[in-house]
């Protein structure tokens, strides 16, 4: 039985990807009965899906010290308030709800707290390297990791002793807009739009002002500089080609809407973006991936990717992820 279910959801204020991320599978939850809380850094926003919202104090205030505890964890500053106030509004959460699971994108720390009070954990594993001692304390700690990218990428995130990588469950690329149908290819005889995220470019303004210049085809912006898209879908259906990073929910919109790609993954923590571009890069995908945005022939390149068929992403994104995440969450939550 998934009715009656307490999940929690712990967002990363880091961009938008986490937030995208939770409604979507919670939109699948809530449909079954079980009762979505949000915790997080962000102000509320209500959300058919989520029953609740706990907005958390910031602990990245002042002049955080001692952070890693000895290399032990990630941030857990020495004395902070803000910390010690944030950490004490999950526990206090957890003891006035009882949660079944939580759910942690991303933070080793939260996953950490929420097992120490004896609460089963799902978290998030994201690509790249995390052999560093704070990933693999978390990531030893939770029952069952998910990884939004599909198996066929192969496993893009490395540094896992075999028991934790044996427990990653790939459930595909998960993007918040149902995914393009359709047999045959769209025409793609229209522009370039170039996706940005509130995360951080992959591309200097100068980078951005050459590919204006020489693209041969007009150049929309989204996101990034360009001020932040709450709802990039139509500009994504109309795309002849999209230059976008290599984050994962970014990829997972473009995947749905069926564009061919120019990928470009900006500099991340845990190289996390270029593990993605390596996979997109070695496989059989609608994309060219570049180092940097910037190509001796624009308008050659652009005829390139245009030309691939956008429905070569249904293995990335298929339009189940989310319903997948769902099934994981009910699984752990059930558990006794």
């Given at each position: 039985?998934?009715?009656?279910?307490?999940?929690?959801?712990?967002?990363?204020?880091?961009?938008?990807?986490?937030?995208?991320?939770?409604?979507?599978?919670?939109?699948?939850?809530?449909?079954?009965?079980?009762?979505?809380?949000?915790?997080?850094?962000?102000?509320?926003?209500?959300?058919?899906?989520?029953?609740?919202?706990?907005?958390?104090?910031?602990?990245?205030?002042?002049?955080?010290?001692?952070?890693?505890?000895?290399?032990?964890?990630?941030?857990?500053?020495?004395?902070?308030?803000?910390?010690?106030?944030?950490?004490?509004?999950?526990?206090?959460?957890?003891?006035?709800?009882?949660?079944?699971?939580?759910?942690?994108?991303?933070?080793?720390?939260?996953?950490?707290?929420?097992?120490?009070?004896?609460?089963?954990?799902?978290?998030?594993?994201?690509?790249?390297?995390?052999?560093?001692?704070?990933?693999?304390?978390?990531?030893?700690?939770?029952?069952?990791?998910?990884?939004?990218?599909?198996?066929?990428?192969?496993?893009?995130?490395?540094?896992?002793?075999?028991?934790?990588?044996?427990?990653?469950?790939?459930?595909?690329?998960?993007?918040?807009?149902?995914?393009?149908?359709?047999?045959?290819?769209?025409?793609?005889?229209?522009?370039?739009?170039?996706?940005?995220?509130?995360?951080?470019?992959?591309?200097t303004p100068e980078q951005?002002?050459?590919?204006?210049?020489?693209?041969?085809?007009?150049?929309?912006?989204?996101?990034?500089?360009?001020?932040?898209?709450?709802?990039?879908?139509?500009?994504?259906?109309?795309?002849?080609?999209?230059?976008?990073?290599?984050?994962?929910?970014?990829?997972?919109?473009?995947?749905?809407?069926r564009v061919p790609a120019?990928?470009?993954?900006?500099?991340?923590?845990?190289?996390?973006?270029h593990a993605t571009a390596?996979?997109?890069?070695?496989?059989?995908?609608?994309?060219?991936?570049?180092?940097?945005?910037?190509?001796?022939?624009?308008?050659?390149?652009?005829?390139?990717?245009?030309?691939?068929?956008?429905?070569?992403?249904?293995?990335?994104?298929?339009?189940?992820?989310?319903?997948?995440?769902?099934?994981?969450?009910?699984?752990?939550?059930?558990?006794?």
């Amino acid at each position: 039985m998934s009715a009656g279910l307490r999940v929690g959801w712990y967002v990363h204020h880091h961009g938008h990807g986490h937030l995208h991320r939770a409604l979507a599978v919670a939109g699948v939850l809530a449909a079954d009965g079980v009762e979505v809380t949000v915790l997080g850094s962000r102000p509320a926003e209500p959300h058919p899906s989520v029953a609740s919202w706990v907005e958390l104090p910031r602990d990245d205030g002042g002049e955080p010290r001692a952070v890693t505890a000895n290399g032990t964890l990630h941030w857990a500053p020495r004395h902070h308030e803000g910390l010690r106030a944030r950490m004490h509004a999950i526990s206090a959460w957890i003891a006035a709800t009882r949660p079944d699971v939580v759910v942690c994108d991303v933070s080793q720390e939260v996953a950490l707290l929420c097992r120490l009070h004896g609460v089963p954990v799902v978290a998030v594993v994201q690509p790249g390297d995390r052999s560093d001692a704070p990933h693999l304390t978390g990531l030893r700690a939770a029952d069952v990791l998910v990884a939004c990218w599909p198996a066929a990428a192969g496993m893009l995130v490395s540094g896992l002793p075999p028991e934790v990588a044996a427990r990653v469950v790939t459930v595909g690329g998960l993007s918040r807009f149902p995914v393009a149908s359709g047999a045959a290819p769209v025409p793609r005889g229209g522009g370039v739009l170039v996706l940005g995220g509130s995360g951080g470019d992959a591309w200097t303004p100068e980078q951005l002002d050459l590919l204006r210049r020489d693209a041969g085809r007009p150049v929309r912006e989204l996101g990034g500089a360009a001020g932040w898209d709450p709802d990039p879908a139509t500009a994504l259906a109309a795309a002849a080609v999209v230059v976008v990073h290599a984050g994962q929910n970014a990829l997972a919109e473009v995947a749905a809407a069926r564009v061919p790609a120019v990928v470009v993954p900006a500099e991340r923590p845990h190289h996390e973006q270029h593990a993605t571009a390596r996979a997109l890069a070695a496989g059989d995908w609608p994309v060219r991936v570049l180092p940097t945005l910037a190509h001796d022939d624009w308008p050659g390149l652009l005829d390139e990717v245009a030309a691939l068929d956008g429905r070569r992403w249904s293995a990335w994104c298929d339009g189940d992820a989310a319903a997948r995440f769902a099934d994981v969450v009910r699984t752990v939550g059930n558990r006794r």
